[in-house]
């Protein structure tokens, strides 16, 4: 009887562990669920993570160098279909091989990160390289879970990023000479990304803007900081003065790219400024090609301020010169989608 009643008391105690683990808050089991994600999981999700978390430590040797660590194959997690995400991450790791066998490295050693940000996945390829100097190597893959397609930084955030990414890059760079003293322009194209959902990771190998650090340096845009507006062809005007120039309506643009806009002065002397948080940033007067950037020295572009119909219009570098960390793309209709960050 003593015996009887124990197993009963053993199954309400396993009842009540199911019970407690069915009833448990989705992300108590941390690889199950990533917490930047605001998405329920698919079982394919659900696949790719069980897969890419079981890391490999494996080691083999090719030439004399010493490989730690290769990126598992994702072919189990995806299937058939998706053999380009193979591909392109075997590439990847090619390419870091070759690298290492170039400056002579004893040893290249891999790691990988991987990022979910809605439909799209990156996978973040790591290789710290055993060579003089030692340094870390990175690419990565990002495509679409739902059709294995490899994209773009541009595709992944469904815009023209690249060109603003690289004012925020610039404007890094000079913000801290120290730092990035030895540095160079850098075309972000092709450059290793990853996305969150709640921002954009570029990625740069050790030594490409300091020569000073080994390590991965990165640039972060947050993605809520990031604003855009697009203008129809029929909403600005162009001049022909030998070419083409094309003159925006700054007020409505400047005003959806997340600044304040407003008059100023008296009659004969009234301006129009430009203002984030309170805080002035630019002058210009209609009819005087002189923008006056607050802290700087008047600039001239190639027309001053016109007004059309009780608007003010500028020339479209205004966008490339005067407004700080914005940039612009023409579509083949002729509209123009601006887009600028606030740190």
Avoid at 101 to 111: E, G, I, L, T, Y
Wanted: hydrophobic share 40%.
């Amino acid at each position: 009887m003593a015996r009887s009643k124990q197993r009963v008391l053993h199954s309400m105690i396993a009842i009540l562990l199911i019970v407690s683990v069915l009833l448990m808050p989705a992300g108590v089991f941390g690889n199950d669920v990533d917490d930047e994600m605001t998405h329920e999981e698919s079982q394919q999700e659900r696949t790719w993570r069980a897969n890419m978390l079981s890391e490999r430590t494996l080691s083999r040797r090719q030439d004399g160098l010493d490989i730690r660590n290769p990126i598992p194959d994702m072919t189990s997690a995806f299937g058939d279909g998706y053999a380009l995400i193979n591909e392109q991450i075997s590439e990847a790791v090619t390419q870091i091989i070759s690298e290492a066998s170039r400056v002579r490295a004893r040893s290249v050693s891999f790691s990988f990160d991987n990022y979910v940000a809605g439909d799209v996945i990156s996978i973040v390829i790591y290789a710290d390289v055993s060579a003089t100097p030692q340094r870390m190597l990175v690419r990565s893959v990002n495509f679409s879970l739902a059709t294995g397609q490899i994209l773009s930084m541009n595709e992944a955030m469904g815009m023209d990023i690249i060109p603003l990414t690289e004012r925020v890059l610039r404007e890094r760079i000079l913000s801290d000479p120290a730092r990035y003293m030895a540095a160079m322009y850098t075309s972000l194209e092709g450059q290793a990304f990853y996305m969150t959902s709640t921002e954009l990771v570029i990625l740069f190998d050790g030594l490409r803007l300091s020569a000073q650090y080994r390590g991965i340096d990165s640039i972060r845009l947050i993605r809520r900081n990031i604003h855009t507006t697009t203008i129809a062809r029929n909403d600005y005007r162009v001049h022909t003065n030998g070419y083409r120039l094309m003159f925006i309506p700054v007020g409505s643009v400047v005003r959806a790219l997340g600044y304040d806009v407003g008059w100023n002065g008296e009659d004969d002397d009234r301006h129009v400024y430009i203002e984030r948080n309170g805080h002035r940033l630019i002058q210009l007067w209609p009819n005087e090609n002189q923008y006056f950037i607050v802290g700087s020295q008047p600039r001239a572009l190639e027309s001053a301020p016109r007004i059309y119909d009780d608007r003010t219009y500028v020339p479209i570098t205004f966008f490339d010169h005067i407004l700080p960390l914005t940039s612009y793309s023409i579509s083949s209709g002729g509209s123009i989608t601006f887009l600028a960050y606030h740190e």
